[in-house]
T-cell receptor
Framework: NAGVMQNPRHLVRRRGQEARLRCSPMKGHSHVYWYRQLPEEGLKFMVYLQKENIIDESGMPKERFSAEFPKEGPSILRIQQVVRGDSAAYFC???????????????FGPGTRLLVL | DQQVKQNSPSLSVQEGRISILNCDYTNSMFDYFLWYKKYPAEGPTFLISISSIKDKNEDGRFTVFLNKSAKHLSLHIVPSQPGDSAVYFCAARDSGYALNFGKGTSLLVTP
C-alpha cells in the first residue's frame, strides 16, 4: 500500500527557469494539498485540489505559481520563472475525503527540495 | 501571523523518561489538532490527533492532551526511546481545509 509519492525528491533550477513538482496521492485518496516549508519554519498551506478542481488556493502566491490535479495522472505544482526565494521543501499531502466537518487526517509525501541557483 | 506556536525549539530527554512537547494556539475556531513527527529529508508522519470535543487521546506510548480554555495542547511520550528523536510539529485546523503548523520542536532522546 504505497504512500504519497512525490518526484523529483531534489530539483535544482537556475533563476528564470520553470519547476514542475509532481504528487501522486495515496490509493483511494482523491484530495490533494500542497504545503511549502522554508528553512527553520513550519509548513505553510498553499493549495487544496480535488480531481480537476482547485478548491482553495488561498495560500498560493498570486504570480508564477499554479497547481492542477487532472482526471488522469499526478497533481502538478508549477513554478514559473523561479527566484532564489522559491528555494524550499514542497510537501504534498492527501486525504480520503474533505476535512470540512470531518476528522480525516492528511498524509504527507517525502517532499521535493527545490534549490534555485 | 503565527496561529500555532511551539515555543520550545528543542528538548532533550533521557531514554525511558517522559517527553512533553507543548503547543499553544490563538484561533478559537480550531476544532481538530494533530501531531506529526518528521525526520530530516522526509515528510511529516502522522502520529496522533484529537478533536475539540475531547480532552485526551491515547495511542500506545503517545498521549495528547487538549486544554481548550487555555488554548493549549501537549504531546506526552512515555517511555521515550532514542528512535523518537525527531522534529515534532503541532498542527490545527478549523472548518476549512488547511492545516496550520507550528515551527516544530526538535526532540533528542539520549541513551
Amino acid at each position: 500500500n504505497a504512500g504519497v509519492m512525490q518526484n523529483p525528491r531534489h530539483l535544482v533550477r537556475r533563476r528564470g527557469q520553470e519547476a514542475r513538482l509532481r504528487c501522486s496521492p495515496m490509493k483511494g485518496h482523491s484530495h490533494v494539498y500542497w504545503y511549502r516549508q522554508l528553512p527553520e519554519e513550519g509548513l505553510k498551506f498553499m493549495v487544496y485540489l480535488q480531481k480537476e478542481n482547485i478548491i482553495d488556493e488561498s495560500g498560493m502566491p498570486k504570480e508564477r505559481f499554479s497547481a492542477e490535479f487532472p482526471k488522469e495522472g499526478p497533481s502538478i505544482l508549477r513554478i514559473q520563472q523561479v527566484v532564489r526565494g522559491d528555494s524550499a521543501a514542497y510537501f504534498c499531502a492527501s486525504s480520503p475525503t474533505t476535512l470540512a466537518g470531518g476528522g480525516e487526517t492528511q498524509y504527507f509525501g517525502p517532499g521535493t527540495r527545490l534549490l534555485v541557483l | 501571523d503565527q496561529q500555532v506556536k511551539q515555543n520550545s525549539p528543542s528538548l532533550s530527554v533521557q531514554e525511558g523518561r517522559i517527553s512533553i512537547l507543548n503547543c499553544d494556539y490563538t484561533n478559537s475556531m480550531f476544532d481538530y489538532f494533530l501531531w506529526y513527527k518528521k525526520y530530516p529529508a522526509e515528510g511529516p508522519t502522522f502520529l496522533i490527533s484529537i478533536s475539540s470535543i475531547k480532552d485526551k487521546n491515547e495511542d500506545g506510548r503517545f498521549t495528547v492532551f487538549l486544554n481548550k480554555s487555555a488554548k493549549h495542547l501537549s504531546l506526552h511520550i512515555v517511555p521515550s526511546q532514542p528512535g523518537d528523536s525527531a522534529v515534532y510539529f503541532c498542527a490545527a485546523r478549523d472548518s476549512g481545509y488547511a492545516l496550520n503548523f507550528g515551527k516544530g520542536t526538535s526532540l533528542l532522546v539520549t541513551p
